[in-house]
Nanobody
Framework: QVQLVESGGGLVQPGGSLRLSCAASGSIFSINPMGWYRQAPGKQREFVATITSGGSINYADSVKGRFTISRDNAKKTVFLQMNSLKPEDTAVYYC????????????????WGQGTQVTVSS
């Protein structure tokens, strides 16, 4: 019933920028937190950034100063602005959200998007 749909991936040259978006839809009472993970070929999925509904943010050390996460609570959407991209940022980027489906549900469920490919290459 809940879906996370990502968009915005693609091919970019080193030093370039991309902006990823992820929109949540379905039976949703609250979302906290939302964030991004990535998985490069042959590697484990790794944390990139998260943001709470109140605006608290955490970044992986590898992206600090280059990536900016933000969210639009009304639109149930999280964004990842990626600047100064490097070849090592090449990966499939996954949106992540902890969602409470209704006021009667006291717990949250983890949801993942389908992933969007980001390739940084000259």
């Amino acid at each position: 019933q809940v879906q996370l749909v990502e968009s915005g991936g693609g091919l970019v040259q080193p030093g370039g920028s991309l902006r990823l978006s992820c929109a949540a839809s379905g039976s949703i009472f609250s979302i906290n937190p939302m964030g991004w993970y990535r998985q490069a070929p042959g590697k484990q999925r790794e944390f990139v950034a998260t943001i709470t509904s109140g605006g608290s943010i955490n970044y992986a050390d590898s992206v600090k100063g280059r990536f900016t996460i933000s969210r639009d609570n009304a639109k149930k959407t999280v964004f990842l602005q990626m600047n100064s991209l490097k070849p090592e940022d090449t990966a499939v980027y996954y949106c992540y959200a902890e969602i409470r489906s209704s006021i009667r549900q006291p717990y949250t469920t983890s949801y993942w998007g389908q992933g969007t490919q980001v390739t940084v290459s000259s």
